[in-house]
């Protein structure tokens, strides 16, 4: 099929529709989802402070410290799933207090 075939062929005509709807909801989600972990950010940030920067635990060893303890906690209350399905390793806590993404991060699935 050469490219003008291609072009006029109202099944290709589709996908190329799809592929930009799905863009454009990609983006609007992006913006939505990147909103929603900034202000649950600042409200864990304004609770429970930067201690957490101090954190010495090693999520992948499922190790805890007690600087990142509240951060998990306030976390888990968050997530409306099986808490044993938190992705903590996922996550790195010493940059909890920086990061808006890194909070989203363990409710990722
Ligand atoms: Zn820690």
Redesign the pocket.
């Known amino acids: 099929m050469s490219l003008k075939d291609r072009r006029n062929n109202d099944g290709y005509k589709n996908w190329l529709r799809v592929g930009l709807a799905l863009l454009a909801t990609r983006d609007g989600l992006t913006d939505v989802t990147l909103r929603a972990a900034k202000e649950l950010h600042a409200e864990l940030k304004d609770k429970l402070g930067d201690s ?1 920067e101090n ?3 090693n999520p992948k060893k499922k190790q ?2 007690k ?2 303890k509240p951060w998990r906690q306030e976390l888990a209350s968050y997530y409306k799933g099986n808490k044993s399905q938190i992705y903590w390793t996922n996550c790195t ?1 010493s940059k909890w207090s920086k990061e808006p993404w890194e909070v989203a991060k363990g409710h990722n699935i």
Request: aromatic share 0%.
């Open positions: 957490v954190c010495k635990c805890e410290c600087d990142c806590p």
